[in-house]
């Protein structure tokens, strides 16, 4: 039996490696920088999100409670109404019957009515407070989705990163990174939106 040529493969094994580190090594970390900014960039944009979903919660929150006092203060209102209409049916019963009512009643009755003008205003200045709390809310949920929209194409800019890095096709990279850039301007215009 001949004797078979003698290749070391150690060595051979060696030269491929070496080869796909000179080829591939400068593309994989570019691949790699980018992953970790993206990454980055990505845990920012998640901590935004949250940031703005909790400051939004708390001033529908503090909206409830300023719809529950203005409602409150309609019921006060109605009540001084009750007793007004309480006060000039005693009045008027008075009347039916060819007396006169005392004046205690049409006092009670002015009274209650200067106080249902107080107690309107102050019932209106809650609803006031609760909108401008509401519109408030609304904005910052506006800001919260484009902030969860950033940190979407940012994982997938992150998924399509590693599959280039596994794959080493160029293209792949490419695509992740202009998802990437779509994730920075849907943050950039969260940030805009502002608090």
Do not use: C
Not at 2 to 16: D, F, G, R, S, V
Not at 93 to 100: P, S, V
Request: aromatic residues 6%; glycine residues 6%.
């Amino acid at each position: 039996m001949p004797e078979a040529p003698e290749i070391e493969t150690e060595k051979l094994h060696e030269a491929i490696e070496e080869q796909l580190e000179k080829q591939g090594g400068g593309f994989i970390r570019k691949i790699a920088l980018t992953t970790a900014l993206l990454a980055a960039l990505a845990a920012l944009a998640s901590l935004e999100a949250g940031a703005t979903v909790n400051e939004a919660l708390v001033l529908e929150s503090e909206a409830s409670r300023l719809q529950a006092e203005a409602s409150d203060q309609w019921a006060y209102y109605q009540a001084k109404g009750v007793k007004a209409s309480i006060a000039e049916s005693a009045a008027a019963t008075f009347a039916a019957a060819g007396k006169e009512a005392p004046p205690a009643y049409e006092e009670r009755r002015r009274r209650y009515a200067e106080e249902q003008d107080a107690i309107q205003e102050k019932a209106k200045e809650k609803e006031r407070e609760r909108d401008a709390k509401e519109r408030a809310a609304g904005q910052l949920l506006h800001v919260h989705h484009r902030y969860a929209a950033a940190v979407a194409f940012f994982q997938v800019s992150i998924a399509l990163g590693a599959v280039a890095a596994l794959t080493r096709i160029r293209l792949v990279w490419l695509a992740s990174m202009a998802i990437g850039v779509a994730g920075i301007a849907s943050a950039a215009l969260a940030l805009a939106g502002g608090r």
